[in-house]
Structures are given as C-alpha cells and as structure tokens.
C-alpha cells in the first residue's frame, strides 16, 4: 500500500460522514431555533475540518509546465489507485489527470491508470471519464484495447456505452481500424446526460 492510501480514505470517511450530517439537519433547519443551529454546527465543522493532505491536494490544483515533485508524484499515485468519492473527489483527480498529462509516466502510474479506466467503465464513468479518457494514448497497449473492446460488447448498455467512448480514444494502430477521434459533441452530450441520470459522482 501507498505511503498516502490510508490518509486518503481517512479523508473519504470523514468528509462523507460530514456532509451526511449537514443533510440529515437539513429538514430540521428551518422548524425550531434548535433546528437551525444543529445544521449550523454540522455546516461549521464541514467547513473546520482539515486533513494531513490537504496540502499535497491543493499542490495538484496549482497549473506548473514542470513535472510534480516526487512527493507530489506519490501522491498522485494512491489517488489514482484509490479513486475516492467525497465532495470535490472527482474534481481532484482531474487536477491530477491534467498534471500527469505532461509527464512521463512511470510503469505504476500506467498500470493505476489501466485499472482505473477499466474501473470506471465497469462501475460508471461520471465527470471526470473523458479525462481518464484523454490519458489513453499515454498507457494503451494492444491487451488493454482487448479488454475495452470485449467491454464495448456487454449486454449492460452503460458499460457498453463507456467503452464505447472509450475505444475512440485509441490510436489506430493498436486495435481495429477506427476513427481515433473522441466522440463528435451531440454524441457525447447524449452519452453524459445517460450517465446523469444515473447519478452522478462529486
């Protein structure tokens, strides 16, 4: 395990346990005084709460041309690796996305990203997929487009319509002749407002 997979799902489980006790006050809030103030306090302490991480997190928002530094790095790794879901969760991790874009991926962070790509178009692809989209050409090899492709052929249309979009990242080369252009705009919006329907990811 990662240097900071712990504290990240320490931070998971906490702002998740947070914001669950600003909506449960939330019916409460507007009936009594006593209403109003517990969701006051449960909104205050969403708003005091810190994490260890929180440091390295705002690091991966600031824009650099620069490769991030090795303690930046590792992080990014375990955020990758354990793909979290809180508040903002799914915002982070474009961030990260967007940074690594740059770099020049180690044989880790290609095997994290793989797994998280594969993930996402099983479980469901929310806000951030056509980022992890975009990092295809950085990590795809001909046994990734194997998977993707046997994925496009599910009977699950939502994971049929993720790797679906997923396979028009591809280069040519690796797979099946195909347009390697990503999916044309109408294409894409309709695919999205699928995937809203199903709920979607912070």
């Known amino acids: 395990m990662g240097t900071f997979h712990n504290d990240i ?62 303690e930046l790095r590792a992080f990014m790794l375990d955020y990758i690796e354990t793909d979290p879901y809180f508040f903002r969760s799914g915002y982070h991790l474009e961030r990260i996305l967007r940074r690594l874009k740059r770099a020049e991926l180690s ?7 793989r797994a ?33 492709a046997e994925l496009a052929h599910s009977q699950a249309p939502p994971i049929k319509a993720r790797a679906k979009l997923a396979l028009s990242y591809f280069t040519p080369c690796v797979g099946a002749p195909r347009s390697p252009s990503p999916l044309p705009r109408d294409e894409y919006r309709a695919f999205r407002r699928a995937e809203n329907q199903r709920g979607a990811r912070p």
């Open 116 to 148: 998280l790509l594969l993930k996402r178009i099983r479980t469901r692809g929310l806000r951030n997929f056509r980022d992890i989209c975009r990092m295809i050409p950085r990590i795809e090899d001909e046994s990734l487009y194997a998977e993707v």
């Open 9 to 70: 799902d320490r931070l998971e489980r906490e702002t998740n346990a947070l914001t669950q006790a600003i909506n449960d006050s939330m019916e409460a809030r507007d009936t009594s005084p006593k209403g109003y103030a517990a969701w006051n306090e449960a909104v205050d302490r969403w708003k005091n709460h810190n994490s260890p991480i929180d440091d390295l997190i705002d690091r991966c928002h600031i824009p650099s041309s620069t490769a991030p530094d090795p």
């Open 107 to 113: 044989a880790a962070e290609e095997s994290a990203l």
